[in-house]
């Protein structure tokens, strides 16, 4: 009997454990309530690569509205509940991470059942709990600024998650690269594991562009709803009508299959992206890297991306930040867009 007590629970993935265990909060999310990792099925590859004992580094580039946020709140949840663990967590200012911790995890604390009660309140007399420093039953864990050397370079973690990583200083302060020195404080974990995330900026600098290509460069597949053929989804792919007098009809956007060019609605897109699959383009040495793109987004319709293309295209900063946070890829110098036809499009 005692035996039976003592043994561990089940194994259990991330993207499990959430679907059981996490609920989203009003302050937080659109989308409040149970979380659903179907309602995005390309973070289920994501956020079980953190569970795989294979895989100690994952990197994901991304652009934004994609659920990047939550995936972190549900790897914390995870480590508290299931896995207790000394926790790094890197925003690229402290003030960035002061608000993570009250805008983010405070509200997941609190309304996911499993984890509430397990972190005690940081207005307490509890020194183990401030807004920066939480302690939990097996571990705690440390929030904290890149641009802050001192709290990079103390104690040993298990667990670093690194947030926004093209934010972060060259270096903390004369201590070098906030990544290095939080890597430093894992080497006496055999069972380490680092996220790594991030919007990228600028090609030439971008943190999160070389940890991708570092890694085994997965990208997601999907079908075609009427072919199957399967394919990485791509703005080439994004085209739409113009009206009599030239003038851009993004409500007509559609994508089209690069095999048999059907056009896909919104609906289609979702299925497939729903139907999708990672597909490493090289070979696995102990890092697993993500490429997601908006156009897998469900909170983005074709008729957004396209409105928010045209709205930028002129402006060349505008057009930067459209590229990196609706196409989810670093920032390089190209020439003139072109164009074609009644359709519109720019190459990458």
């Known amino acids: 009997m005692l035996a039976e007590r003592m043994r561990r629970p089940p194994r259990q993935t991330l993207s499990e454990w959430a679907d059981a265990n996490r609920v989203l909060s009003a302050e937080s999310s659109a989308e409040q309530g149970r979380w659903r990792t179907s309602r995005a099925e390309y973070q289920r590859g994501i956020m079980d690569a953190m569970t795989d004992p294979a895989v100690r580094t994952i ?51 609190r309304d996911t059942p499993c984890l509430r009660g397990k972190i005690g309140d940081a207005k307490s007399r509890d020194s183990d709990n401030t807004i ?28 670093v998650l690194a947030d926004e990583v093209d934010k972060y200083p060259p270096s903390a302060g004369n201590a070098g690269d906030p990544l290095s020195l939080a890597s430093s404080r894992q080497t006496t974990f055999w069972n380490r594991k680092t996220l790594i995330g991030s919007t990228p900026l600028l090609k030439s600098t971008s943190v999160i562009e070389r940890e991708y290509l570092a890694g085994d460069r997965r990208q997601y597949h999907v079908p075609c709803p009427d072919c199957g053929h399967m394919q990485v989804l791509r703005w080439e792919q994004v085209v739409w009508d113009k009206d009599d007098d030239g003038g851009h009809k993004p409500e007509t ?83 003139e867009a072109d164009r074609h036809g009644t359709r519109w499009s720019i190459p990458t």
């Open 59 to 109: 990197a994901v580039r991304k652009p934004s509205q994609v659920g990047w946020t939550e995936m972190i709140g549900n790897v914390v949840g995870y480590f508290i509940d299931r896995d207790p663990a000394s926790m790094l967590i890197m925003q690229p200012t402290v003030k960035m991470a002061e608000t993570w911790s009250k805008k983010r995890l405070t509200p997941m604390l």
């Open 132 to 159: 920066l420093e939480k302690g939990f039953p097996g571990g705690y864990m440390a929030i904290v600024g890149a641009n802050t050397p001192s709290d990079l370079a103390s104690r040993p973690i298990r667990v």
């Open 253 to 335: 956007a559609a994508y089209v299959c690069e095999e048999c060019g059907t056009l896909w609605l919104d609906a289609q897109r979702w299925r497939a992206i729903s139907l999708g699959e990672w597909v490493a383009t090289a070979p696995f040495n102990g890092t697993a890297s993500f490429a997601i793109t908006g156009f897998m987004s469900p909170w983005l319709t074709l008729e957004d991306i396209v409105s928010q293309f045209l709205a930028a295209k002129d402006w060349p900063l505008k057009l930067r930040r459209w590229v990196n946070e609706v196409k989810g890829e670093a920032w390089e110098e190209r020439g």
